[in-house]
């Protein structure tokens, strides 16, 4: 059964940094590509990165180009995102995925975390 658990939202500042986790045991990490989405309050759910499965190829959207860097750690079955330069509109709710296919994805992804918030604000 795949679990994926996400840590390390919080409360932070306009300009401040996060490091978000998602932790993923129960299936074979390394083969998976792996994607980040958000949600906002009021707001449908919006794409954020996406990583390959041997981290050779990673997208983000162009909302969080430069500030946000996703990675993985295969050997920990760990997911992570990177966030610098925070700003309020980066508020929301962040959820991992394992997308359904062998290619990247972006929310084609048929397992997700339970998510994780994160919260911007002076």
């Known amino acids: 059964q795949v679990q994926l658990v996400e840590s390390g939202g919080g409360l932070v500042q306009p300009g401040g940094s996060l490091r978000l986790s998602c932790a993923a045991p129960g299936f074979t990490f390394g083969n998976s590509p792996m994607t980040w989405v958000r949600q906002a309050p009021g707001n449908g759910r919006e794409w954020v990165s996406a990583?390959?499965?041997?981290?050779?190829?990673?997208l983000y959207a162009d909302s969080v180009k430069g500030r946000f860097t996703i990675s993985r750690d295969n050997s920990k079955a760990t997911l992570y995102l990177q966030m610098n330069s925070l700003k309020p509109e980066d508020t929301a709710v962040y959820s991992c995925?394992?997308?359904?296919?062998?290619?990247?994805?972006?929310?084609?992804?048929?397992?997700w975390g339970q998510g994780t918030q994160v919260i911007v604000s002076a």
């Open positions: 995925g394992k997308c359904s296919g062998p290619t990247i994805c972006k929310v084609s992804a048929n397992d």
């Open positions: 990583i390959s499965s041997g981290s050779r190829t990673t």
